[in-house]
């Protein structure tokens, strides 16, 4: 298809209206496709000029904020991050991320997901209360300290690790792929004194013990966060605490930022104060 | 931390299931390889090589030893597959008394017949 | 206007969501796998466990008869199916081993599009693993016909 060609493409879309009470059933819609047209570009379409009471989340469209999390053609994708051409069909499927309640159409409830993210304490935790509060200066941490847990902080909390996520089809109570893996992210910051508080939710039954390597979750993952890896590491963290291995390091210090400045390149002064 | 020692035990108990029934496959079933070897015991499903191997403490060892591990494998992997199915806090505690019950009871049922063969 | 609750409607996929959920590669299948045959493994071990109990201290006439009838070809069929998910769940658990506690996954590093994981990463020798495993499956079912299914 060139750049200028449109074609028909059918988008199938799971439709659930709670105020009905009925049973999700399938909508179809004709909307016309160009090259480098995404899903979400197409259920815009549908939205503004087909049937407006098509409801969907979405904000940036760019990727970033994790909001358009859907299945298409039973594979979790963010809307605005796919092409409709990628599928290579004529026929694209729908439907809400699975193992979230529906409230509407393809709008799910995310709130368990941020539930159980609050409940990993997904926060820098220091004994030294007085300099979190009143902070002084930074906290030392190399930049090889910062690979060890990086690639966790990208997380957008879009849900689809745990639509992918095989233990949360079943089990009601799993903590889920994602605030496991953001335990990990906070226990792997040498920043970070809080291990403790949060391997006691992380150790618990539903917790990372219930996770088997699946791998689901890090396959769909649309920003590389690799959950899988992080929830890996964390249960070696913790078989390596329960069998009293490893040196207890301590947290990041602090670090005052230098005295002497470095010697300036000679510049003119422009400011105000300056010139009076 | 007591969840990740039963762990960590499940993990050491399948490497030495992995060790202790690979012996128990390769004796029952690769019986002309072993025979070529010049090791074999003859038909090892027969009356015979049973009660031999039944009068002697080292398979009698190895096969409570193996009992005892996969019991505990193999309960604890069920115990984990029926918790993700069951959804509740309340059952959890009642799923454990039972499966440890129920293990302690076919440890004792399987390891009491070879120990009263051996004897006798 | 009063605000009416509206419950959200349930979407879990349940156990059938193990099965299937979606397009996922090989490991996830590995999973549902190790799940079935360590199911099929107690299943047998429940039954070795009467067959070598009950029945072996009744005698040797009892046990003569038992295995007359265990070496039935549908029984030897059945062994070779245990056989199979024993070497499955083994190779497959010793993969689980290394990988679980982070061992054989590799390091954490900045997500570069388009993004890999550590699991694709080390799929090459999941592969060699699934291979090995079809071969021995192979060789056990060479050695199952030349016994004569009995």
């Known amino acids: 298809m060139t750049d200028s060609e449109s074609k028909q493409v059918i988008f199938k879309v799971q439709r659930y209206d709670p105020e009905q009470r009925g049973v999700p059933h399938w909508q179809g819609f004709m909307v016309p496709s160009r090259r480098g047209m995404t899903v979400l570009d197409g259920l815009l379409y549908i939205k503004e000029n087909l049937d407006s ?62 539930a159980r993210h609050k409940s990993v304490k997904p926060y820098i935790i220091r004994k030294d209360t007085a300099e979190m509060e009143k902070p002084t200066a930074e906290y030392y941490q190399t930049s090889g300290e910062l690979d060890a847990f990086e690639q966790f902080s990208y997380c957008v909390k879009c849900g689809i690790c745990l639509a992918a996520c095989p233990t949360s089809a079943s089990d009601r109570l799993f903590l889920g792929p994602q605030a496991l893996a953001q335990c990990y992210h906070y226990n792997a910051d040498t920043r970070d004194d809080g291990k403790e508080e949060r391997n006691g939710v992380a150790a618990s039954e539903h917790g990372v013990w219930h996770c088997h390597l699946a791998g689901a979750c890090s ?39 230098p ?12 400011t105000g104060k300056g010139n009076k | 931390m007591r969840r990740a020692r039963w762990h960590i035990v499940h993990i050491i108990s399948a490497v030495v299931i992995a060790v202790l029934l690979g012996i128990h496959m390769v004796i029952q079933h690769l019986d002309d390889i072993l025979g070529f070897f010049g090791v074999g015991n003859g038909e090892p499903t027969s ?3 049973v009660m031999g191997r039944s009068g002697r403490g080292i398979w009698v060892g190895l096969y ?21 199915v069951t959804g509740s806090r309340r059952a959890e505690r009642a799923i454990n008394i039972v499966f440890i019950i129920a293990g302690i009871i076919v440890f004792i049922w399987g390891s009491y017949i070879p120990l009263s063969l051996l004897s006798g | 206007m009063a605000i009416r609750e509206v419950q959200h409607r349930q979407n879990y996929l349940g156990v059938g969501g193990w099965v ?31 067959e070598t109990t009950f ?24 062994l070779y199916l245990v056989a199979v998910a024993f070497t499955l769940h083994a190779l497959n658990g010793l993969r689980l081993i290394l990988q679980e506690f982070g061992l054989a996954l590799g390091r954490p590093h900045r997500p570069i599009y388009p993004y890999g994981d550590a699991l694709r990463k080390k799929r090459p020798w999941t592969m060699l ?10 060789l056990f079912l060479f050695d199952f016909m030349l016994s004569g299914g009995g």
């Not at chain 1, 051409?85 to 004529?90: A, G, R, T, V």
């Not at chain 3, 999973?31 to 429940?46: A, D, K, N």
């Not at chain 3, 693993?129 to 192979?138: D, E, H, Q, S």
């Open chain 1, 259 to 270: 005295k002497e400045k470095k010697p300036g390149i000679p510049f003119p002064e422009f």
């Open chain 2, 47 to 49: 009356w015979l090589a």
């Open chain 3, 20 to 50: 299937w959920g979606g397009n996922y590669k090989l490991e996830r299948y590995l999973y549902l796998l190790h799940r079935i045959t360590g199911l099929g493994i107690i299943l047998f071990g429940f039954f070795h466990l009467i």
């Open chain 1, 219 to 257: 396959e769909a993952c649309p920003k590389g966060v690799d959950p899988a890896l992080a929830i890996q590491l964390l249960k070696g963290q913790m078989a390596g605490q329960a069998l009293g291995l490893g040196k207890k390091q301590p947290a990041a210090k602090v670090v005052a930022p």
């Open chain 3, 129 to 138: 693993l699934v291979a090995v495993i079809v071969v021995l499956a192979l």
């Open chain 1, 53 to 114: 009471t098509l409801a969907f989340r979405t904000s940036c469209r760019m990727g970033v904020c994790g909001s358009c999390g859907m299945l298409v053609n039973n594979y979790p994708h963010l809307a605005c991050h796919t092409q409709i051409e990628e599928f290579k069909s004529d026929i694209i499927t729908v439907k809400p991320l699975a193992n979230l309640a529906i409230i509407k159409d393809l709008v799910v409830d995310l709130s368990p997901m941020f």
């Open chain 2, 64 to 84: 409570i030893a193996l009992l005892a591990f996969a019991l505990y494998h193999a309960l604890y992997g069920l115990r984990g597959i029926i918790l993700e």
């Open chain 3, 55 to 78: 029945f072996r201290m009744q005698g040797q006439t009892v046990w003569e008869a038992t295995m007359a009838l265990l070496e039935k070809p549908w029984f030897e069929a059945g």
